[in-house]
């Protein structure tokens, strides 16, 4: 499954630059990266805990993503 979704990254990133935000039950703020369009990524692994989807929501809103 994380071969997959790192597939449909990699097409997206093709049409645009978007910013990937890993979490489990925070936001691995070490690991948190600009993927550039055009370029293409290995998937990675960079946490393996439980899944709260408040934490990358909150992360992304107090700094003002659109």
């Known amino acids: 499954m994380l071969a997959k979704f790192f597939g449909e990254l990699n097409g997206l990133a ?3 630059e ?3 935000v ?3 039950t925070s ?4 690991a948190v990266e600009v993927w550039k369009k055009g370029k293409l990524r290995l ?3 960079t946490r393996c805990g439980g899944t709260n989807f408040n934490a990358p929501t909150e992360w992304v809103n107090e700094r ?3």
């Not at 936001?27 to 070490?30: L, S």
Request: hydrophobic share 30%; net charge positive.
């Open 14 to 16: 093709q049409t645009v």
């Open 18 to 20: 978007f910013t990937l």
């Open 22 to 24: 890993p979490f489990d």
């Open 27 to 30: 936001v691995n703020k070490d």
């Open 43 to 45: 998937g990675r692994r």
């Open 64 to 66: 003002k993503f659109d």
